[in-house]
């Protein structure tokens, strides 16, 4: 996920995971606020919440800077959110979530950058165009569809949230939730807005070919201004988003900046792994180190790491095995550690300075001088 989004370059940010709880109030929306955060007071008795999402901090982050920051701005970072959500399959009440977000571009090219981005991350997995669909709707449009049926101005939220989980329940249930804010049928289909069209005419040209317009695709939150969309598996095992976005141009206005139109998306660890293991594509474990020096009974173990600082200097994650076990049960270890290569250093290669590199994989062995074992080291 970093590679990909840094070939865009996106730039990490941080924040902490304890918000005052105000920060939700204006625009995440009362559900998640009353329902799904883990809030409490802390010892100076303020409200404060383990932050449910990343969108609210990162606005106000850049609402306060917004005068250093120079903008278009790009920015991702990959927290980890809490949510006081029933624990099931694609739920949890702890998660990982992938936030790419561009702010100061109010065309539609933002909103391209960031579905491709979205589709390279999938493409990067190995998933295939025909693994997932993009379903992307206009808010905009969809609040006036609302508007035009609900009996009250005071349903607007309320119906926004009935749509957002109208997947999740029965038709039966829908349709009597639906019946209590409007006197109209649930239709929403229609001629796909302007906008919705040139971007999907738009991603076709860059081969994205998997969007489709989604006439009731809502979004839980209330600070989306406009274009949303959501990712899905093709697969109907997997019935949750694997990612969710959309554009929010009025957010850092609360936080006192002028306007900076602003569009993103957030992906979890928790339903992209459900989606890689359906189609066994879990990646394989790559370990931490390439390389593992085993030591022979007595070797002096400072000429050992003076060694295995000069190649970890040219770049070759190094273990150093310092236990007082044989070699044999050093080596042993070092396949565990699913490293390349091991380098077992005694008195006679400190002496000789001929090493033997072992590759892990095939067992063959190559007797090298320093300056060889180097340039060996070097090309892995
Ligand atoms: P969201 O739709 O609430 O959007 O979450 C985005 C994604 O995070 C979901 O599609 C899902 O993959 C994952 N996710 C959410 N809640 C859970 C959970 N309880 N357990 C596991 N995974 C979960 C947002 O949070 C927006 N702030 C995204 C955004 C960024 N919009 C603009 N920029």
Do not use: C
């Not at 070797?299 to 970890?312: H, L, P, Q, S």
Request: no cysteine; proline share 3%.
């Amino acid at each position: 996920m970093r590679q990909t989004v840094e070939k865009f370059g996106y730039v990490e940010y941080g924040a902490s995971i304890l918000e005052p709880t105000e920060l939700y109030k204006a625009k995440t929306g009362e559900e998640i606020i009353n329902e799904q955060t883990y809030s409490f007071k802390d010892r100076g008795d303020r409200d404060v919440t383990l932050r449910p999402e990343m969108t609210p901090t990162v606005a106000r982050m850049i609402a306060h800077k917004k005068r250093e920051l120079s903008f278009p701005l790009r920015w991702y970072s990959i927290p980890n959110l809490f949510r006081y959500e029933k624990p099931q399959k694609g739920r949890l009440r702890e998660h990982w979530q992938l936030n790419v977000d561009l702010f100061g571009i109010e065309n539609l090219n933002a909103e391209i950058e960031i579905i491709t981005i979205a589709s390279e991350i999938m493409e990067a997995f190995g998933a295939k165009d025909t693994d997932f669909e993009i379903r992307i709707n206009s808010r905009k449009n969809l609040q006036q569809i609302i508007e035009s049926k609900i009996k009250k101005t005071e349903f607007y939220t309320k119906a926004i949230k009935l749509l957002d989980k109208k997947d999740k329940m029965s038709e039966e249930d829908f349709t009597k939730l639906w019946s209590e804010i409007s006197d109209e049928s649930p239709d929403f289909e229609q001629n796909q807005p302007q906008n919705i069209k040139e971007l999907i005419e738009k991603l076709n040209k860059q081969d994205i070919n998997n969007v489709i317009y989604d006439p009731i695709l809502a979004r839980g939150f209330d600070y989306y201004t406009d274009i949303v969309f959501e990712i899905y598996d093709t697969n109907k095992e997997n019935p949750r988003a694997l990612f969710g976005g959309g554009r929010y141009n009025d957010l850092l206005d609360i936080f006192g900046a002028e306007k900076v139109p602003a569009i993103g998306f957030g992906m979890g660890d928790v339903t992209i792994g459900d989606f890689l293991k359906t189609r066994n594509l879990i990646p394989e474990y790559k370990p931490t180190a390439t390389l593992y020096i085993a030591h022979a009974e007595g070797t002096d173990f400072e000429t050992i790491n003076n060694i295995a600082k000069k190649i970890r200097d040219i770049g070759v994650n190094t273990i150093v095995d310092i236990t007082d076990k044989k070699v044999s049960d050093q080596i042993k270890r070092a396949s565990k550690e699913n490293v390349l290569y091991s380098l077992t250093i005694g008195e006679k290669e400190i002496q000789s300075g001929i090493f033997s590199l072992k590759n892990m994989q095939t067992g063959e062995m190559k007797e090298l001088q320093e300056k060889e074992l180097f340039n060996e080291l070097r090309s892995i």
